[in-house]
């Protein structure tokens, strides 16, 4: 594993440690899940970013689109069901 160095402010430094503790966790811990956890929500924010620009292009309400995901999803339980 490589090492890194960061800035916090103290502020933000204790809340960490604070809740670290609480969870029975390093440090280093604690930061690699919140990083880990960050970068996930950067992938699903670029996910709702694409979904929703493929959503306007085609001129659908979000009621639309919940529907043919409930649409799609029944086709794949079908085929599943037939195997």
């Not at 960061?6 to 966790?25: C, F, G, Q, T, V």
């Not at 960050?38 to 620009?53: A, D, N, S």
Request: glycine share 4%; proline share 1%; charged share 45%.
């Amino acid at each position: 594993m490589t090492e890194v160095t960061i800035s916090l402010h103290p502020e933000l430094l204790e809340e960490a440690e604070k809740l670290a503790k609480a969870e029975k966790r390093t440090r280093s811990e604690f930061f690699r899940e919140a990083i880990r956890r960050y970068i996930e929500e950067k992938k699903w924010e670029g996910i709702y970013r694409y979904g929703r620009m493929k959503a306007q292009e085609q001129d659908l309400a979000e009621a639309d689109v919940e529907r043919l995901v409930d649409e799609y999803r029944a086709e794949q339980m079908n085929i599943k069901g037939s195997d």
